[in-house]
């Protein structure tokens, strides 16, 4: 659109130009060949007069014309003239002056077109005679502005699309360097979050936030989000770590207590069970009887702690009473208080609801909390 319209007044500037240079070509003509005539039947053979005229400029067409605007006489072939009478308007236009150039007046060959053009009257005796009509941009000189504007066109058009694909491909590749540069971006940040151990954290700068940016945007902020989740997992699991390995160091230090014990007992038994009353070997045995008990006990606690951490515990659940289950733990557990100079109270209201669970489980864990609060628990003498 904006070629043809750069075409149109290009063309226009040049009819302009062409009609400026010539608007005194038709009044000059008059002059020289018209105006020692006292009637224009004594003038010279318009014909070949016309014909000279053309020949020495064959981009003008020349006409005769009387003073209602019909064609009297011309030097074009009959067959090409198409137009018995010229629209004298812009012929009117012309000779009051002051005009805008280009001014386009009928082209007697080609009715479909207006064309530029020279006009002057044609008198003898004062008396109006007719004028001479001259086409500035004749059909010779239309067919071959024609085949040049064809060929500038085609050269014009060949210079915009080689101009256009070439600023096409600087911004296309403009373009893919800004976005590569941003994904390359994106993965060095990633690398240096692999490279620092998922711990710590290294953050990508999105231009905008993710519901207004784009893709990478989007992808830069899923990544951040992700990097977070994946420190806090990792000090997670590294704090899990640490307290399984406090826990076995703890329990490996519990079961060493009671099997050292238990086998000095037993050796004792095995070395001086001669010399030994029943009284000091059935204190023995109890000791060492409680001993195992309490090895026993903890070994189950171990593997109960395993098939936790595995996540392989099947709950049996079944309806009870918290309070009779608080009484049957302290009841089991008053022996090793008195040892310590404790006592072990339970305060449960009356008439507690049922509570559905594990019996077993909680009954241990009971179990373990009681026995953490005699072993803590400074020893009261009574």
Known sequence: MLFVLMRSMVEAQDEAVNQKLHLDLATNLVREYFASAA???RAPKLKELFTQVMHHNPSVEVYYLDPAGLILNHAAPADRIKLTKVDLRPVNQML?????????????????????FSV???????????????????????????????????????????????????????????????????????????RA?????????????????????????????????????VRELRNADAMRRDLIANI???????????????????????????????????????????????????????????HDVALRMEPFSLAELAFDV??????????????????AAPGPPFVSGDIGMLERAMQSMIDNAIRHTRRVDR
């Open 39 to 41: 009637r224009t039947d």
């Open 96 to 116: 009051a002056g002051d005009v805008e150039l280009p001014l386009r007046g009928d082209d007697p060959r080609d009715p479909a077109r207006r064309k530029v």
């Open 120 to 194: 002057a009257p044609i008198a003898a005796d004062g008396i109006l005679r007719g004028y001479l009509y001259l086409v500035l941009a004749g059909e010779e000189r239309t067919s071959i502005s024609t085949q040049q504007r064809g060929s500038h066109a085609l050269r014009t058009t060949a210079w915009v699309m080689t101009v256009g694909l070439t600023v096409a491909l600087f911004a296309g590749f403009f373009i893919f360097k800004l976005l590569t540069e941003r994904l390359h971006r994106l993965a060095r940040v990633i690398d240096a979050f692999k």
């Open 197 to 233: 151990g998922f711990e710590e954290r290294v953050s990508y700068t999105a231009r905008r936030s993710a519901t207004e940016g784009d893709e990478i945007d989007q992808l830069g902020v899923a990544y951040n989000e992700m990097a977070e989740r994946m420190i806090q997992q």
């Open 252 to 310: 490996s230090h519990d079961l060493r207590t009671p099997l050292a014990s238990l086998r000095g007992y037993i050796d004792t038994l095995m070395l001086k069970r001669a010399s030994l009353t029943e009284e000091e070997r059935s204190s023995y045995l109890e000791i060492a009887a409680r001993q195992s008990e309490r090895l026993g006990k903890l070994v189950r606690d171990l593997f109960d702690l395993a098939k936790f951490d595995t």
């Open 330 to 347: 302290a009841q089991g557990s008053h022996l090793a208080a008195q040892e310590q100079g404790l006592a072990l109270d339970v305060d």
